[in-house]
């Protein structure tokens, strides 16, 4: 079935960095536009960044754009977010989903705190 784990989440000081990492099974990874998201506490869900399946493409929220990059390895059926320059408004819960799909992986935990 389809899956997404994500992993590389953690606690980093304000305008420090972290890159997470996301591992999708179940379905073409190739085939598949990758997104990421967030949710911070009180707060829905929502879109962080968007990557098209040659990687070529890719789309930010307003509140993340160059200070994020998106990429993806096809061969390794893996997506990336590198986040830089972060801000305590960037702690949430961070997950990884194909574009096609229903399915929501467990998340990984950014927490921006001096």
């Known amino acids: 079935q389809v899956q997404f784990v994500e992993s590389g989440g953690g606690l980093v000081q304000p305008g420090g960095s972290l890159r997470l990492s996301c591992t999708a099974s179940g379905f073409i990874f190739g085939a598949a536009v990758m997104k990421w998201y967030r949710q911070a506490p009180g707060k829905e869900r929502e879109f962080v960044a968007r990557?098209?399946?040659?990687?070529?493409?890719?789309n930010y929220a307003d509140s993340v754009q160059g200070r994020f990059i998106i990429t993806r390895d096809n061969a390794k059926r893996m997506s990336f977010l590198q986040m830089n320059s972060l801000k305590p408004e960037d702690t949430a819960v961070y997950y990884c989903?194909?574009?096609?799909?229903?399915?929501w992986g467990q998340g990984t935990q950014v927490t921006v705190d001096s």
């Open positions: 989903k194909a574009d096609n799909s229903a399915t």
């Open positions: 990557i098209d399946t040659t990687g070529r493409r890719k």
